[in-house]
C-alpha cells in the first residue's frame, strides 16, 4: 500500500456533501447522453464486425466504464477536496489519484469569484474561485454554501487587504 | 496628486508640437499637462496606406500621361479609358482629391484630439475623433517602457514610446514622439514611477544644434547612450556567436534536412520537381533567419539607474527598459548543439505582453539571444540584483549531484529522468528559488522569492508508487514553466512548505513597485 501524500498540522475544512449529489446528477446526465450516442451505432450497424468483435457492443463497455467509473468515485473525490485559511495563505487540496495541493498568500489575490451554476444553485451551493496573476495557480473551492461563501469571500477580500503585494 | 484640469479655449499649441523646433527641456512633458505627439505621427501610422493609392493611381495614369505628351497611337483597355470614353475623368479625379482631401484633414483633426499627460500617478492616453478613447495607466504598475524606432520613423526623426502594463493588450502606446524625447520622457516617467518627487530632478539643458544636425547626430549616435549606463555592467552581443547560434538551432537543421531530402527525391525520381518544391520553404526560413539576424546586430544590455536596458536594432532600432522587481522568472537553456560553444539563452516571465518583437525575432521575453557563461552571469546581476548567492546559479549551469544546496532525484526516480536524475533538484538561495533540470537539454530556473505567486504540490499515480512528488511555482504566464517532477516525497512536502512560508515573507516585504521610495 502506498501513501497518499499529506501535510502536517493541517485541519482541513471540507467542501458540502451536497457536491456529490451535484456532481452525481452532472456527471449522470452526461454518462446518459454518451450511451445514448453509443446506442445509435446498435441501431444502425448492429452487425458491424472488425476481427470477430462486435464493434457496437465493444464501444458500448467501454463508454460505459470511461463514465460510471468515476461516477461511483464521486463521493471519494468530493471528499478529498479540502482548504485552511492560514495565518498569510489559503491551503487547498483536490484530487485523489492525482493529488495536488496549492498554497496561495492572501496578498496575490486579484480577485474572487463566485459562480453559481443551475444545479448548485438548486442545492444552494457556491462555487469560489481565486484569483491570482498567474493562470496556473487554479485554485477553485466548489460546493460551498451559499453563506458560507459569501462570509469566505468577504474574510479573503479582508485579508487580502491587510496584506496587499505587489504583483 | 497634481490635477491640472484642462480649460476649454486655453491653446493646446504651448506644448511644443515640433520638438527639434522648440527643444523644451524634458521635463516639460511630465508636467501633468495635456500635450500633443510628433506632428508627423498620423502620417507615419496610417499615411503609407495614403501614399500606396497615390502610388495605384499614377500608375495606372503613367502610360495615360506618356500617351498625351508623346503621342504613340497605344491603346489598352484599363478603367481610366473607360472613365475618358463616357467623359466621366474629372468626376473621377475630383473624387479622388476629395478623399485625398477628407484624409489628410481626418489626419489632422486625429492628430489634434490625441494626447497624453503624465502626472505623478498616471500616464492617460486620450484620441479618436468620433470614438474617443481615454487609458490610465498607474505609474507603480508600469511593468516596462520601451521605445521602438522603425526605419521610417526614424528619418523623421520619430520613435514610439510603449508603456507595458500587466494584462493583455494593457499597453499605454504614444506613437510618436519626438526622438529625442522619447528617452527623456521615459526616464522621466520612470523617475515618478519609482517615488522620487519632483524636486529633487536636476534640470535639464536643452540640446543645441539645428534641426538638420540633430537629426543626423541621431541617426549616427550609438544604440546606446554612453553616459546612461556605467560601462562595465554592458553586456553585447559578438555577431559571429550570434551568427552561429542561428546556425546551429533546430531551424536550420531542418532547413538542411529540407535540402538532402530534396537532392534525394532528385537522384531517386529523375525528376527536378522536388527542388521547385522545397524553393518557397528555403526562401521563407533563410528570410527569417537573417531577419533574425539583422534585428539582433547592435545588441546590448546595461543596468540603467531605472532597470535594466535592453536595446537592439541596426535600421529599425527598440530599446526597452525594465524596471527592478518587474523579472518574475528567468529561465536558461542550452541545446546539445550550443553545449560544445558554452552558449546559454535567456529567457525571462513578465507580466505584460508587448505588441513589439524581442531581439533575434524571439518574443520580448529573450532577454539574451545567445551568450556565454560570462555574459550570463553579468546579466543574472542586472535581472536579478535581489538573489544573493547567484555563484550557485552560475555553478548551476553545468554542476551535477548535490551540491551547492541541491536536493536531487531519489535513485529510484531513475525510471523517470533517465539521464538527468543527478541535474534534477531545487536549492534555496537567499532571495529566489533554483530549479536545475536536463542533462541533455540542460536548463536552470530561477524564480525571485517576492515574485512568487503560489506553489502547488503534486503527485500522480505513477509518482504515488515511486513515492516521488512535483513542485510547482507559479509565476505570471510566459515561456518558462517552473516545475521540478521526481522530487523524493519527504522532500517535495518539505520544499513546499519551505516555499510556502518564504512566498508570504517575501510579499510582505517587497517594495519594488515603488523602487526607490524605500531604499533596501
Known sequence: MTQHLELADVEWRRVSPKLI??????????????????????????????????????????????????????????????????????????????????????????????????????????????????????????????????????????LAESRRAGL | MTDHQERPGEPLDAAPPSPELLPAPATDLTDGNWHRLHPASPLLRGGIALLAILGVVLANLRERLIEIFFPTGFE?????????????????????????????LGFYISWRMHSFRVTEEVVEVRSGIVFRTNRKARLDRIQGINISRPFIARLFGAAKLEINQAGNDANVELTYLGSAHADDLRRDILLLASGTRRAERAAETPAAGGTIEQRVSEFLAPELDPNAAPPESVVKLNPGRLLGSIVLSEGTIFLLLLIIGAIVGVFTTGEIYPLFAIVPAILGLGGYLVSKFLRSLRYSIAATPDGVRVGFGLLSTTNSTLPPGRIHSVQLSQSLLWRPFGWWQLKVNRASRSSARGAAGEQNTTILPVGDAGDVARVLDLLLPDVADREVIALALSSKGAVDGFTISPARARVVRWFSRLRNGFAKVPGGIVLRRGAIWRDVIVVPDPRLQSVALEQGPLARSLRIAAVRLHTVDGPIFARIGAIDQDDAVRFFGDVATVVVDAGRADRSHRWREHPA
Open chain 1, 21 to 158: 449529489v451535484a456532481q452525481l446528477i452532472g456527471d449522470g446526465i452526461g454518462a446518459v447522453v454518451m450511451l445514448g450516442l453509443t446506442g445509435l451505432l446498435h441501431v444502425f450497424f448492429p452487425e458491424w464486425r472488425i476481427l470477430g468483435i462486435p464493434v457496437a457492443w465493444t464501444v458500448t463497455i467501454i463508454v460505459a466504464l470511461a463514465t460510471l467509473i468515476p461516477l461511483a468515485l464521486t463521493p471519494r473525490r468530493v471528499r478529498a477536496i479540502g482548504y485552511q485559511l492560514r495565518d498569510d495563505d489559503l491551503l487547498f487540496r483536490r484530487g485523489i489519484l492525482f493529488q495536488r495541493f496549492v498554497a496561495v498568500p492572501y496578498g496575490r489575490m486579484q480577485l474572487v469569484d463566485i459562480n453559481r451554476g443551475p444545479l448548485s444553485r438548486a442545492l444552494g451551493l457556491s462555487e469560489l474561485k481565486f484569483v491570482t496573476a498567474a493562470a496556473a495557480t487554479g485554485v477553485t473551492i466548489p460546493g460551498l454554501p451559499e453563506a458560507e461563501a459569501d462570509r469566505l469571500r468577504d474574510e479573503l477580500v479582508e
Open chain 2, 76 to 104: 489598352s483597355d484599363d478603367p481610366f479609358d473607360l472613365l475618358l470614353e463616357t467623359g466621366y475623368l474629372p468626376w473621377f479625379l475630383a473624387g479622388i482629391a476629395a478623399v485625398l482631401l477628407v484624409l489628410i
